[in-house]
């Protein structure tokens, strides 16, 4: 069984930025993508920023030159440094392994994390 353990989530002002982090434990052979994606009220879960196993990196246009995406294969986790946040960033964000193999198997799962809520506000 793979988890996923996201951290680093908060309240904050417009401007200022926070980190966020998830931890992939488990037998875990290789995880070919990791991302973080967020779901506001009333609104549909979307992809914030992926990364691939090689450090392909993807963002939506709305955080473009603002959240940054890395990646540490070895300890299978993620980041998400978000700045310059904007009360519009307000959601519940989620992490994402996907293509996760784990020891002794050839097949291929997706897991989600169970999201940390991020608000911007003044």
């Known amino acids: 069984q793979v988890q996923l353990e996201e951290s680093g989530g908060g309240l904050v002002q417009p401007g200022e930025s926070l980190r966020l982090s998830c931890a992939a434990s488990?037998?875990?052979?290789?995880?070919?993508?990791m991302g973080w994606y967020r779901q506001a009220p009333g609104r549909q879960r979307e992809l914030v920023a992926i990364?691939?196993?090689?450090?392909?990196?993807n963002y939506a246009d709305s955080v473009k030159g603002r959240f940054t995406i890395s990646r540490d294969n070895a300890k299978n986790t993620v980041y998400l440094q978000m700045n310059s946040l904007k009360p519009e960033d307000t959601a519940v964000y989620y992490c994402?392994?996907?293509?996760?193999?784990?020891?002794?198997?050839?097949?291929?799962?997706?897991?989600w994390g169970q999201g940390t809520q991020v608000t911007v506000s003044s």
């Open positions: 990364v691939t196993a090689r450090g392909s990196t």
């Open positions: 488990g037998s875990i052979f290789s995880i070919y993508a």
């Open positions: 994402k392994a996907d293509n996760v193999r784990t020891d002794g198997s050839s097949r291929y799962y997706d897991y």
